[in-house]
């Protein structure tokens, strides 16, 4: 059984530009969740998405914006890149909602703005 | 809200030692409670997890942890520790209000292994 994929694995953008990061669940999987990696701030949850509808939301600014598919892969954008953006973007997929639920997570996408 | 406080941002300790990572939680409801492991350039794998019931849980690679509700605690433990375990750790906390939060993560703690 394949594991959750994460496309690209490295990508460097400039400030003010802007990226999408795609995330293709273990199958079978609904509920799709992002987070947010840096040495500073740690692991910091962005948002979760099930059947389509985005469940719950981090406290991000409104330039992180994500969506989920019918069959289940997720988008996440970020728009206006800035330097503090740079990060290790990680998807998790679990069965169901809720976080109660293991979550089997993506090896990430290393993302550096310059 | 939930917060999780890891103790120790890095711990040391000599291969075929006792391994203790600490993990305090702040939680209103009851939590549920997860360690995960980290290697260089990948993303999270799941050692254990505590949803109800027993309190001491028995993870993947020897590992285990204790639910200790009067002392806010989930601390890992591992009896022998071998070199392979030289990892980030991070313990996380879930709770269920209606909606279901996504996980809150401490900082994590890096274990790093002696000869």
């Known amino acids: 059984k394949a594991g959750v994929t994460q496309t690209p694995r490295y990508l460097i953008k400039t400030r003010g530009q802007q990226v999408t990061l795609s995330c293709s669940p273990i199958?079978?999987?609904?509920?799709v969740s992002w987070y947010q990696q840096t040495p500073g701030q740690g692991l910091q949850f962005l948002f979760e998405?099930?059947?389509?509808?985005?469940?719950n939301k981090g406290n991000f600014p409104g330039r992180f914006s994500g969506r989920q598919f019918s069959n289940s892969r997720s988008e996440m954008n970020v728009s206006t890149l800035e330097l503090g953006d740079s990060a290790l973007y990680l998807c998790?997929?679990?069965?169901?909602?809720?976080?109660?639920?293991?979550?089997?997570f993506g090896q990430g996408t290393r993302l550096t703005v310059v | 809200a939930q917060s999780v406080t890891q103790l120790g941002s890095h711990v040391s300790v000599s291969e075929g030692a006792l391994v203790l990572l600490r993990c305090n939680y702040s939680s209103s409801v009851p939590p549920y409670l997860f360690w995960y492991v980290q290697y260089p350039n990948q993303g999270l794998q799941l050692l254990l997890k505590?949803?109800?019931?027993?309190?001491l849980v028995k993870g993947i690679n020897g590992f285990e942890a204790e639910f200790k509700k009067s002392e806010t605690s989930f601390h890992l433990t591992k009896p022998s520790a071998h070199m392979s375990d030289a990892a980030e750790y991070f313990c996380a906390v879930s709770v269920l209000r209606g909606g279901a939060d996504g996980l809150t993560f401490g900082k994590g703690t890096h274990l790093i292994i002696q000869p």
């Open positions: 998790a997929s679990s069965l169901a909602a809720g976080m109660n639920t293991e979550a089997f």
């Open positions: 998405y099930f059947s389509e509808t985005q469940r």
């Open positions: 505590y949803t109800t019931g027993a309190t």
């Open positions: 199958s079978g999987h609904r509920s």
